[in-house]
């Protein structure tokens, strides 16, 4: 495999960024060739070798690169500025990612603030690091659950590199838009113990002086300096303190100080951001830059991100490749939990793959213990243990041997007592990039067969020298996932309740591509379903259990009769009374699945046998009650393992091996954490394999901050999920703008909506004579007859040579609920234009983009229009029946109004897909297509019945006129509502 540049300088030129590979201290000097990424972001090698000029005191030191977030015609730099070791798998490294830089790609000038900041932030908290002060500052916060996901996001979080990249790589100016928000920091940093603001209340300290100015809060330093300002300071200056941080400090020693000063600058308008923009892209986009970068850079820094420059993660132990291997390491990695792929692909492009590191989302941790072999095997016991990263990692030869010197208390793992017998239990998990994203805003599966929350979690048993030829290596792999149907649940209820979608055929198909994908992975699949069997989770595990059975009737996974092994398990109810011992059931039904399976072995870096099926595990999230069953599988996986070295130890008395329980509840916390914004529920049990009462209101502390999570945080963190892995443009900014929410797009809309036109046309056309000649997906008012609802919805239109069908469709169950039918010859005007139904949001007030058309037609009285599927044999509804109806101009006049939708989804199109049409050019096509239809229609029946048609009807001619003008939008718009919103933007953005 070729080398990966483990370290780099990263320095600004005058033609853009340039990156040189540096060797590591002691190392000789490296061979690859430096790269240079210019002020447009393209990747190229540097034609000028620039290795013996002195960059030193202008450069970075970075340990790789995630890639290029390219957002509102700025590009930035990610690059890791903080990693730490945490294990050592075959003797290679692995790493997490504590730290990253963001470093605009806009000019020489902007880019060498951004790294002057950096060198100086990471050289202070070197400082603090040495002096103590870090744990001193992190011995005030005492939230017992912020021990996985970054220390280093707490109060430190407000100088970090992402403060500068926002002001100074967008503003050019020293900008009060570093302030902590909520957003990524409850998700990520803080761990949502009991949420952004409950977290300082029960906090004995309360609320610090970053806390309140985090909170938007007015503190006494504020309110000092607001008094001291003079009005020759206004927002367009620069005070000397902010005037040094926009040049670089004066005095290099005072560096560290001035940097500190840059959390206290004044804020900053959005309005401001757009200035210094050369091509300003989206408004809305723009806006919420500062608080991309922000989130970009807490979601990366989170210690959620694993890496390694010589051990693929990505893969188990038995499909590493051959260390021979020609190939880059990006190119052997696993598509599926590549999650830097899309924004590392410039440098894949242009051919630099010593510079592309894949990372991974996940969990990766390591334990080290001694068993005592006595001569009476039963009497085997753990004799001692290392949980410490350093300590495992000490515990290994090959760290020993290069210089590393154990402490007391791993001493005894290198202990060469013939009666003692050293061990290594690796666990590593590995979030698929597929359906990604948080709690309730993915949930099901999509129409590719990807559930959302799918995580392969691999538990590796090894001797502490990883020699398999010695020494035989096991590799037991477990898998779960969310109930692989279409399904959703409001995040704004404590126990919501699953809502379905799409049609049973729409489902079945998602439902068996999951599998096929599963089994041609993992072989054999076995389901342990844990939902409960009463309540509001019965159900989906009804439809769960009614779906795998019919799979199975039909043919199993693969057609051939391959079944799918399905186990409901109703855990709350069978443990109830916390009597979580009872999982004991669940096991020995598992076990005659787990012992035909059994698990991967490597005996001379030969696989003499490999795992032939997988447990599949869930719950309605699957992390707390699927961590318990996943890791007592777990245990008895390793228990057998160590039987076959005639080792017997029960992990589940054993206070020793106290040790396994902690690593897997370290696990459910990351996995939780990265998909809830919480640690796991059930840590207690799964820690200790005992539940008491100070569990439970944990886990009631917990729930709280996830129901916070799931309605504030994680909107706009779902949204940058999305457009970081590429699935989305960034127009889902805009999108979040408006609403304040992230849509889930689980299945392509593109056929989705040419499918509902085609099970319309199916329907509503019962003339065999009548022709389809177009349709189209529009957005109505869900009300009848009238401009502007409550709410939209989307319904389609239908066009032949006779008749316009207007179809309301039930989208969750793929049926049409009602339709109307109107003659073309009825049509009396139609007109197009601005169609603002909304003033709250940039968005909803572009009139280029919020454009419809209005259609009105002549009905006859006592006719009957509609016809409603009522899901019996009565499936007539007359208008007439109805009284006045809303906004009609005449009697028996009525109209029908339609917006266009948005040409593309923020969903990024896939390859071979042709550029859509803009809203303005949708409209006026289906215009035209209607009229140029009628008239054509009129024309013929005015042949066929030889009658000259009356003038006002020889032709119908599209009008430019507004439907809804946006002054008269604006009148319309209430105070409650423009209050409303402005309230929600300012909690949700």
Same mark, same amino acid.
């Given at each position: 495999?070729?080398?990966?540049?483990?370290?780099?300088?990263?320095?600004?030129?005058?033609?853009?960024?340039?990156?040189?590979?540096?060797?590591?201290?002691?190392?000789?000097?490296?061979?690859?060739?430096?790269?240079?990424?210019?002020?447009?972001?393209?990747?190229?090698?540097?034609?000028?070798?620039?290795?013996?000029?002195?960059?030193?005191?202008?450069?970075?030191?970075?340990?790789?690169?995630?890639?290029?977030?390219?957002?509102?015609?700025?590009?930035?730099?990610?690059?890791?500025?903080?990693?730490?070791?945490?294990?050592?798998?075959?003797?290679?490294?692995?790493?997490?990612?504590?730290?990253?830089?963001?470093?605009?790609?806009?000019?020489?000038?902007?880019?060498?603030?951004?790294?002057?900041?950096?060198?100086?932030?990471?050289?202070?908290?070197?400082?603090?690091?040495?002096?103590?002060?870090?744990?001193?500052?992190?011995?005030?916060?005492?939230?017992?659950?912020?021990?996985?996901?970054?220390?280093?996001?707490?109060?430190?979080?407000?100088?970090?590199?992402?403060?500068?990249?926002?002001?100074?790589?967008?503003?050019?100016?020293?900008?009060?838009?570093?302030?902590?928000?909520?957003?990524?920091?409850?998700?990520?940093?803080?761990?949502?113990?009991?949420?952004?603001?409950?977290?300082?209340?029960?906090?004995?300290?309360?609320?610090?002086?970053?806390?309140?100015?985090?909170?938007?809060?007015?503190?006494?330093?504020?309110?000092?300096?607001?008094?001291?300002?003079?009005?020759?300071?206004?927002?367009?200056?620069?005070?000397?303190?902010?005037?040094?941080?926009?040049?670089?400090?004066?005095?290099?020693?005072?560096?560290?100080?001035?940097?500190?000063?840059?959390?206290?600058?004044?804020?900053?308008?959005?309005?401001?951001?757009?200035?210094?923009?050369?091509?300003?892209?989206?408004?809305?986009?723009?806006?919420?830059?500062?608080?991309?970068?922000?989130?970009?850079?807490?979601?990366?820094?989170?210690?959620?991100?694993?890496?390694?420059?010589?051990?693929?993660?990505?893969?188990?132990?038995?499909?590493?490749?051959?260390?021979?291997?020609?190939?880059?390491?990006?190119?052997?990695?696993?598509?599926?939990?590549?999650?830097?792929?899309?924004?590392?692909?410039?440098?894949?492009?242009?051919?630099?793959?010593?510079?592309?590191?894949?990372?991974?989302?996940?969990?990766?941790?390591?334990?080290?213990?001694?068993?005592?072999?006595?001569?009476?095997?039963?009497?085997?016991?753990?004799?001692?243990?290392?949980?410490?990263?350093?300590?495992?990692?000490?515990?290994?030869?090959?760290?020993?041997?290069?210089?590393?010197?154990?402490?007391?208390?791993?001493?005894?793992?290198?202990?060469?007592?013939?009666?003692?017998?050293?061990?290594?239990?690796?666990?590593?998990?590995?979030?698929?990039?597929?359906?990604?994203?948080?709690?309730?805003?993915?949930?099901?599966?999509?129409?590719?067969?990807?559930?959302?929350?799918?995580?392969?979690?691999?538990?590796?048993?090894?001797?502490?020298?990883?020699?398999?030829?010695?020494?035989?290596?096991?590799?037991?792999?477990?898998?779960?996932?969310?109930?692989?149907?279409?399904?959703?649940?409001?995040?704004?209820?404590?126990?919501?309740?699953?809502?379905?979608?799409?049609?049973?055929?729409?489902?079945?198909?998602?439902?068996?591509?999951?599998?096929?994908?599963?089994?041609?992975?993992?072989?054999?699949?076995?389901?342990?379903?844990?939902?409960?069997?009463?309540?509001?989770?019965?159900?989906?595990?009804?439809?769960?259990?009614?779906?795998?059975?019919?799979?199975?009737?039909?043919?199993?996974?693969?057609?051939?009769?391959?079944?799918?092994?399905?186990?409901? &398990?109703?855990?709350?109810?069978?443990?109830?009374?916390?009597?979580?011992?009872?999982?004991?059931?669940?096991?020995?039904?598992?076990?005659?699945?787990?012992?035909?399976?059994?698990?991967?072995?490597?005996?001379?870096?030969?696989?003499?046998?490999?795992?032939?099926?997988?447990?599949?595990?869930?719950?309605?999230?699957?992390?707390?009650?699927?961590?318990?069953?996943?890791?007592?599988?777990?245990?008895?996986?390793?228990?057998?393992?160590?039987?076959?070295?005639?080792?017997?130890?029960?992990?589940?008395?054993?206070?020793?091996?106290?040790?396994?329980?902690?690593?897997?509840?370290?696990?459910?916390?990351?996995?939780?954490?990265?998909?809830?914004?919480?640690?796991?529920?059930?840590?207690?049990?799964?820690?200790?394999?005992?539940?008491?009462?100070?569990?439970?209101?944990?886990?009631?502390?917990?729930?709280?901050?996830?129901?916070?999570?799931?309605?504030?945080?994680?909107?706009?963190?779902?949204?940058?999920?999305?457009?970081?892995?590429?699935?989305?443009?960034?127009?889902?900014?805009?999108?979040?703008?408006?609403?304040?929410?992230?849509?889930?797009?689980?299945?392509?809309?593109?056929?989705?909506?040419?499918?509902?036109?085609?099970?319309?046309?199916?329907?509503?056309?019962?003339?065999?004579?009548?022709?389809?000649?177009?349709?189209?997906?529009?957005?109505?008012?869900?009300?009848?007859?009238?401009?502007?609802?409550?709410?939209?919805?989307?319904?389609?239109?239908?066009?032949?040579?006779?008749?316009?069908?207007?179809?309301?469709?039930?989208?969750?169950?793929?049926?049409?609920?009602?339709?109307?039918?109107?003659?073309?010859?009825?049509?009396?005007?139609?007109?197009?234009?601005?169609?603002?139904?909304?003033?709250?949001?940039?968005?909803?007030?572009?009139?280029?983009?919020?454009?419809? &058309?209005?259609?009105?037609?002549?009905?006859?009285?006592?006719?009957?229009?509609?016809?409603?599927?009522?899901?019996?044999?009565?499936?007539?509804?007359?208008?007439?029946?109805?009284?006045?109806?809303?906004?009609?101009?005449?009697?028996?006049?009525?109209?029908?109004?339609?917006?266009?939708?948005?040409?593309?989804?923020?969903?990024?199109?896939?390859?071979?897909?042709?550029?859509?049409?803009?809203?303005?050019?949708?409209?006026?096509?289906?215009?035209?297509?209607?009229?140029?239809?009628?008239?054509?229609?009129?024309?013929?029946?005015?042949?066929?019945?030889?009658?000259?048609?009356?003038?006002?009807?020889?032709?119908?001619?599209?009008?430019?006129?507004?439907?809804?003008?946006?002054?008269?939008?604006?009148?319309?718009?209430?105070?409650?509502?423009?209050?409303?919103?402005?309230?929600?933007?300012?909690?949700?953005?």
């Amino acid at each position: 495999m070729p080398s990966l540049v483990r370290k780099l300088l990263i320095f600004a030129a005058v033609d853009g960024l340039v990156l040189q590979p540096a060797p590591p201290r002691n190392h000789p000097p490296a061979t690859q060739q430096a790269i240079k990424i210019d002020y447009k972001g393209n990747v190229s090698p540097l034609l000028k070798d620039r290795r013996e000029e002195d960059t030193t005191p202008v450069s970075l030191e970075a340990h790789g690169i995630i890639g290029l977030l390219k957002v509102a015609s700025v590009s930035f730099l990610i690059s890791i500025c903080g990693r730490e070791q945490v294990t050592q798998i075959r003797g290679k490294p692995i790493y997490v990612i504590t730290d990253v830089a963001l470093i605009p790609l806009s000019s020489q000038a902007e880019a060498d603030k951004v790294i002057t900041a950096t060198k100086e932030h990471l050289q202070r908290h070197s400082k603090l690091a040495e002096s103590g002060a870090e744990e001193q500052s992190e011995s005030d916060d005492d939230d017992a659950t912020q021990s996985i996901a970054g220390d280093s996001l707490d109060e430190s979080v407000l100088d970090t590199p992402p403060k500068e990249v926002e002001t100074d790589a967008v503003t050019g100016q020293k900008a009060g838009l570093d302030k902590k928000t909520s957003v990524a920091e409850d998700v990520i940093g803080k761990k949502g113990a009991y949420g952004r603001f409950a977290a300082r209340w029960f906090s004995k300290k309360g609320w610090s002086t970053e806390g309140r100015r985090m909170q938007g809060m007015s503190s006494e330093e504020d309110l000092a300096r607001k008094q001291a300002q003079t009005p020759s300071q206004s927002a367009e200056s620069l005070v000397p303190e902010e005037e040094e941080l926009a040049t670089g400090p004066k005095n290099p020693e005072d560096a560290p100080e001035a940097v500190k000063k840059q959390v206290d600058a004044p804020a900053v308008s959005p309005e401001e951001i757009p200035k210094a923009l050369a091509e300003p892209g989206d408004n809305s986009t723009v806006t919420l830059l500062p608080k991309i970068l922000r989130t970009t850079k807490l979601y990366f820094g989170s210690r959620n991100f694993y890496f390694s420059y010589e051990y693929d993660l990505s893969r188990g132990l038995g499909g590493q490749a051959s260390s021979a291997s020609s190939l880059p390491l990006c190119q052997q990695y696993d598509p599926l939990f590549f999650w830097n792929h899309h924004i590392v692909s410039p440098f894949i492009e242009a051919g630099q793959h010593n510079f592309v590191l894949p990372v991974l989302q996940g969990f990766v941790g390591q334990r080290a213990f001694t068993v005592n072999v006595s001569d009476d095997s039963s009497n085997s016991a753990v004799v001692s243990s290392a949980s410490k990263p350093e300590d495992v990692i000490a515990a290994q030869p090959e760290a020993a041997e290069s210089g590393s010197s154990p402490n007391t208390e791993c001493t005894a793992l290198l202990d060469q007592d013939p009666r003692k017998k050293d061990f290594l239990l690796t666990l590593i998990s590995r979030r698929s990039t597929k359906r990604a994203g948080l709690r309730y805003l993915r949930r099901g599966v999509d129409d590719e067969g990807h559930a959302a929350n799918s995580v392969e979690t691999e538990q590796i048993l090894s001797s502490p020298s990883w020699d398999s030829a010695q020494d035989r290596v096991y590799s037991f792999t477990q898998f779960r996932g969310s109930i692989p149907l279409f399904f959703s649940q409001s995040p704004y209820s404590l126990k919501p309740i699953p809502m379905f979608w799409g049609s049973p055929e729409t489902n079945a198909t998602a439902f068996k591509l999951h599998f096929a994908n599963l089994a041609a992975r993992y072989g054999n699949i076995q389901v342990a379903s844990l939902v409960d069997k009463h309540g509001s989770e019965s159900k989906i595990g009804e439809a769960f259990e009614k779906q795998a059975g019919t799979l199975d009737s039909n043919g199993g996974i693969d057609g051939k009769g391959t079944q799918l092994g399905f186990e409901w &398990f109703d855990f709350h109810n069978i443990c109830r009374g916390m009597r979580f011992e009872n999982i004991s059931i669940l096991m020995n039904a598992l076990d005659k699945f787990m012992t035909s399976s059994g698990w991967t072995v490597l005996e001379g870096d030969t696989v003499v046998h490999r795992q032939s099926g997988v447990l599949r595990t869930n719950c309605m999230d699957c992390l707390d009650r699927t961590n318990v069953v996943q890791s007592a599988c777990a245990r008895t996986a390793l228990e057998n393992q160590l039987a076959a070295h005639s080792i017997f130890i029960d992990l589940q008395t054993d206070p020793s091996t106290a040790w396994f329980n902690t690593l897997w509840a370290d696990n459910g916390d990351a996995i939780s954490k990265q998909y809830a914004g919480t640690a796991a529920l059930k840590g207690d049990f799964t820690r200790t394999r005992h539940r008491n009462i100070s569990g439970a209101l944990t886990d009631f502390g917990l729930t709280l901050s996830r129901y916070y999570n799931n309605i504030v945080n994680d909107y706009f963190a779902q949204a940058l999920i999305d457009y970081l892995l590429g699935r989305a443009t960034d127009s889902i900014f805009s999108e979040f703008e408006a609403d304040m929410k992230a849509q889930d797009y689980f299945v392509d809309l593109r056929k989705v909506r040419q499918a509902a036109i085609e099970r319309c046309a199916g329907i509503v056309i019962e003339n065999e004579n009548e022709n389809l000649i177009s349709g189209w997906t529009l957005s109505c008012p869900s009300e009848p007859n009238t401009l502007r609802s409550g709410t939209f919805e989307e319904a389609v239109l239908l066009l032949t040579e006779q008749a316009l069908y207007f179809c309301r469709l039930d989208w969750g169950t793929e049926k049409v609920r009602e339709f109307e039918r109107v003659d073309l010859e009825a049509l009396k005007a139609i007109w197009r234009g601005v169609y603002i139904t909304s003033t709250l949001a940039t968005r909803h007030m572009d009139e280029e983009r919020n454009v419809g &058309f209005l259609i009105r037609y002549k009905t006859d009285t006592g006719k009957e229009l509609v016809r409603v599927n009522t899901r019996s044999l009565d499936s007539k509804k007359d208008n007439s029946k109805k009284g006045k109806q809303k906004q009609t101009e005449d009697d028996g006049v009525k109209f029908l109004a339609f917006k266009a939708l948005p040409p593309q989804s923020s969903i990024a199109a896939g390859e071979g897909v042709d550029v859509p049409v803009s809203e303005v050019q949708m409209v006026k096509g289906v215009c035209e297509e209607i009229a140029r239809v009628a008239n054509k229609t009129r024309k013929i029946t005015s042949v066929t019945e030889s009658v000259e048609a009356p003038d006002s009807e020889k032709g119908l001619v599209v009008e430019e006129k507004d439907v809804i003008s946006l002054a008269n939008a604006k009148k319309s718009t209430g105070y409650f509502e423009q209050l409303g919103y402005s309230l929600k933007r300012l909690v949700w953005a």
